[in-house]
């Protein structure tokens, strides 16, 4: 089973989403940030190399958020909340990104695997 890191970071404005520039398909569609880990990684691993890539923040990983849920055959998102610990985040590799309060959550256009999580995501706002 293959495993797609996302990443649950909750600042004072909301939690963080990014809206796809790529590919075709989804672009302009939300996910959280995050990515494929690769062969050798851990899922924390994964989540602080791909927090620098598309962010250029260092962050620290913590608990699950969510259920494991299923894209394909073998591959599942798997969401970890972290916290910030250096740099601002800038969106590098996304068309924007946006701090989401609970009530913009339902708001945006989610990738169909992030709407299975929201109200895992939405319990982490106030
Ligand atoms: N990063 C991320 N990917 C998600 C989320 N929800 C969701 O369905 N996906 C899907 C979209 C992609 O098919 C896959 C991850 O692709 P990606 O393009 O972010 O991963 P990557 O950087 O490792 O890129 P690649 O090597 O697979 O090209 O997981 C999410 O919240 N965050």
Redesign the pocket.
Known sequence: MRV???TAIVGSHGLLAQERAFPPE?AGMW??????VEPGETDEEAVRR?CM?ELGVTVAVGERVGPD?P?RDD?V?R?YRASLVDGEPIAREHRTLRWLTAADLPTVEW????RVLLPALRALLP
């Open positions: 797609v890191v996302g989804v996910e959280v940030p995050g990515g494929r791909e890539e849920v894209l591959l998102l969401v990738l169909p695997a992030d």
